[in-house]
């Protein structure tokens, strides 16, 4: 692994920085938060690059983060302004998606997400309406992510190093199906122990903790190292 410093440590939310503390609060221990702090003086950015809407990351968490993307990459925040990253045409496939007989779990700014059991009807969506150069389906857990084509978490990762201007190494971790591609795009990318197959596959390394216990102890090690990531768990 090169001996570059990492500049930039780029977090999946639900389910890698956070843990589900009851059944629809998402929560961040104090410990790992004290992480976080200790990561920002040590001149480390931080990104929160999540496929939900951001009403579940709280204002602690936001004020912590150098830059937030939201919704899958498509719904950024940074220094106060909302950046949605959408083609024009996006308004109306979205109302052909809400004009059908299924109701989706939730709307954001951009994409809607619907529970994957009806997998087989937004396919039929997109074929009836002839969309698929238009949209994306994006597996996350037990939901579908519907996107604007060519959205994902990867190119929301290049838009915020270049955003911040990031010259050194990234380090991403995350649990789910959508953060395989921000490993990938990531100089080093690790999952936490409660992460899906898929994500492991492609991780650098593997936490033997889960959630944020993961992420302290990939900070902790990225201090003690003086800005790099060694010795740590493949």
């Not at 915020?160 to 959508?178: P, R, S």
Request: hydrophobic share 40%.
């Amino acid at each position: 692994m090169c001996n570059m410093k990492i500049e930039l440590i780029a977090l999946d939310y639900h389910g890698t920085l956070s843990f589900k503390k009851k059944s629809s609060i998402w929560s961040v221990s104090s410990d790992v938060i004290e992480a976080l702090l200790k990561a920002r003086k040590h001149g480390i950015k931080l990104a929160i690059v999540t496929s939900g809407s951001g009403k579940t990351v709280p204002e602690n968490i936001r004020l912590l983060s150098d830059i937030l993307a939201f919704e899958n990459g498509t719904v950024f925040i940074y220094n106060g302004k909302c950046v949605m990253c959408k083609p024009k045409e996006w308004n109306r496939i979205r109302e052909l998606f809400l004009a059908e007989n299924i109701r989706p779990k939730s709307v954001g700014r951009v994409v809607l997400v619907y529970s994957i059991t009806y997998s087989g009807k937004v396919k039929e969506i997109i074929v009836k309406h002839g969309l698929q150069d238009y949209v994306d389906i994006i597996k996350n857990v037990n939901r579908l992510v519907i996107a604007p084509k060519n959205s994902g978490k990867d190119l929301a990762l290049r838009r915020i190093k270049e955003t911040l201007k990031v010259k050194g190494m990234v380090l991403a971790l995350g649990d789910g199906e959508n953060d395989v591609a921000l490993l990938r795009e990531a100089d080093i990318g690790v999952a936490p122990a409660n992460a899906v197959e898929e994500v492991k596959k492609v991780a650098d390394y593997i936490c033997d903790k889960a959630n944020g216990e993961c992420v302290k102890e990939v900070i902790e090690n990225i201090i003690l190292h003086d800005g790099v990531l060694s010795a740590f768990k493949r």
